[in-house]
């Protein structure tokens, strides 16, 4: 007889007991803090047509997607990323709509790619898309969101780094490369990779002028006033305008009092094609990868039909607990519930006793005694669980 399955796949995992209810309050914590502001709750499918995840959205490559079909021959996959999904629903329901929506949503999403270092494969992530609104203070508004609600879970050791895809764009197109080689350095030039991104440029014969041009975007990072170093860099309106948002967006964040959380690099660019303006991502101690991710996507909804601009970011929820978790952030749960042991004469009178105890909203579990079974192991079993033990 074939031996049973037991274990998960490969980049899956069970989650339980206490750590499955520390994870949920903190989803329950972030998601409270926004809708203090404003943000309704949408859900879309766990599954959506292919076509939602294509290239030309620009989300992850078509490789890295769990795709299947259904019995009309459609190809289907898990969804990747939320926000393509939102950007979809909000086309189809809210064409019409010109004044600005806010949605938030939790779940989980599926990423098939065997790059991932050891991530899991299904992650949970919650987050909040804003539509309709191209304004820079919508840009703060976001930012100061992501920076509250990682306050609001109790982390206050973390830093928020800004960044504006349109520069290196705009740089690109000053320097006359072509949108491929574009496309190869970025990776290079997000990861600072100054010799990956030269072995790139030399062999597309770029003269020397312009491959330090563009190799400087690596060095251009950390505090506002060295990033404000990129307008000596450019002449072309694209990238300055790009460095003008930042400069925008800080005065805005500062006059809240936000700026200790805050640094900037024009270099870093993102795996989601989508993004067409200002980038951020949250950084804490206790994990490798940012813990919060997000930018603007102007044009992403007009790939459905409404042509409106977006601004969003996600909380990979199992990141932020690990690392809140190895920064000794996450507090033991107080269960404050009773383990009532009775024996079978004392039913009527336990059956009572745990519905009184309910109805005050305290945790009760009703259980049997057998009197083959001593009372060490009955108290052992509820100090496993972190239960009062009472006997009747």
Known sequence: ???????????????YGQEYAGKVRLQDRLKEQFHLYGYDDIQTPTFEFFDIFSSEIGTIPSRELFKFFDKEGNTLVLRPDFTPSIARCVAKYYMDET????????????????????????????????????TVFADAETIALMIESLQSVGLHDFQVTLGNVEFFKGLCEECGIDPDTEMDLRDYISN????????????????????????RVTELFGSLDVILQGRELVTNNRSLAAINRLEQIHEILRAQGLEQYLTYDVGMLSKYHYYTGV??????????????????????????????????????????????????????????????????????????????????????????????????????????????IEEI
Request: proline share 2%.
């Open 279 to 388: 980038i951020f991502r949250a950084y804490t101690y206790g994990c490798g990868d940012a813990i919060m991710k997000g930018g603007r996507y102007d044009r992403l909804l007009s790939s459905f039909g409404k042509d409106s601009p977006a601004i969003g970011f996600a909380v990979v929820v199992d990141d932020l607990y690990e690392a809140m978790r190895r920064q000794g952030l996450q507090e033991t749960e107080e269960r404050h519930a009773t383990l009532l042991l009775y024996r079978d004469a004392q039913r009527k009178v336990a059956y009572e006793k745990a519905h009184a105890l309910r109805k005050q909203g305290i945790k009760t579990i009703l259980l049997q005694r057998d009197e083959k079974t001593g009372n060490e192991a009955y108290h052992a079993y509820a100090d496993s669980f972190g239960y009062d």
């Open 1 to 15: 007889m074939k031996e049973r399955l037991l274990h998960t796949p490969e980049g899956v995992r069970d989650i």
């Open 99 to 134: 004044m600005p929506i806010r949605f938030c949503y939790l779940g989980n999403t599926f990423n098939n790619g065997s790059d991932l270092q050891g991530r899991l494969k299904e992650s949970t992530q919650i987050g909040i898309e804003l539509i309709n609104d191209d």
């Open 192 to 215: 600072k990779n100054y010799f990956g991104a030269e072995a790139i440029l030399d062999a597309q014969g770029i003269n020397d002028t312009i491959k330090k041009k563009i190799l």
